[in-house]
C-alpha cells in the first residue's frame, strides 16, 4: 500500500519559477498517527528571491536562512534519509498530501531541480489535496459554503494550532497531517 507524506513549504512568493523554497518540512502519516520526520530552513545559494510580505507571513528571516538553511543538495539528502529511517530503503513511491498540496509540489519540483535530483525516485505522481477533500464535502452540502482555507479547516476539525506556529512549515505541516486524519474519520463533518 502506498504511504502518505504529508509536506509543507514556504517560500519567497507565490512563482516557483521566480521565488526561493525557504523552508520544507515533512511527516509520515497514517490514520493512526503523525510523525514528524524532516525540517529544515533552505539556502539555495547565491541570491534568494522573495518578497518582503512572504518573510513576514512565513516568519523567516534572512540572517537565519543564511545560518541554519541546508543548501538544496543537503536537503534533499537529508530528506531522503529521513524517509529511508522512516520507510526503509526500498519503499514504494509515497503520496504527497497537504494544503494545496500543487503549491508545495511545484516548489519541491524546484528544490529536487536545483539539487541536482529527479522527485520521481522518491513520490508517486498522485497527490492528496486536503482542500480538495473539503471542496467535496462541500459539494455534498456536508459543509457550508464559503472559501476553503486553513480557518475553514481548523473551524471544522476543531483543531487550534498555536499563533506561533501558524504559517510555518513545520506547523502547517504537522496541524495539517492532524487534520486530515479528522476529515478522513469524519470527525465533526455533518
Not at 5 to 27: Q, R, Y
Request: net charge negative; glycine share 8%; charged share 25%.
Amino acid at each position: 500500500m502506498q504511504q502518505l507524506l504529508v509536506v509543507d513549504v514556504e517560500t519567497g512568493g507565490l512563482d516557483p519559477f521566480s521565488h526561493s523554497i525557504l523552508s520544507l518540512s515533512a511527516c509520515a502519516w497514517t490514520m493512526e498517527k503523525t510523525v514528524p520526520l524532516f525540517s529544515t530552513l533552505i539556502d539555495e545559494g547565491g541570491k534568494l528571491y522573495f518578497t518582503s510580505e512572504a518573510m513576514h507571513v512565513n516568519k523567516l528571516s534572512l540572517s537565519d536562512i543564511k545560518s541554519k538553511g541546508l543548501s538544496p543538495q543537503a536537503t534533499v539528502k537529508g530528506l531522503r534519509k529521513a524517509l529511508d529511517g522512516h520507510y526503509g530503503a526500498d519503499r514504494d513511491k509515497l503520496i504527497l498530501a497537504g494544503n494545496n498540496i500543487n503549491f508545495d509540489h511545484s516548489f519541491l519540483q524546484r528544490l529536487f531541480w536545483l539539487a541536482g535530483e529527479k522527485m520521481g525516485r522518491d513520490f508517486s505522481p498522485f497527490t492528496l489535496d486536503v482542500f480538495s477533500i473539503l471542496r467535496a464535502e462541500q459539494l455534498k452540502g456536508n459543509l457550508p459554503e464559503g472559501p476553503v482555507n486553513s480557518k475553514m479547516l481548523y473551524d471544522i476539525t476543531g483543531l487550534c494550532p498555536d499563533e506561533e506556529d501558524v504559517h510555518t512549515a513545520k506547523g502547517d505541516c504537522y496541524s495539517t497531517a492532524e487534520a486530515l486524519r479528522c476529515i478522513l474519520n469524519e470527525v465533526h463533518l455533518k
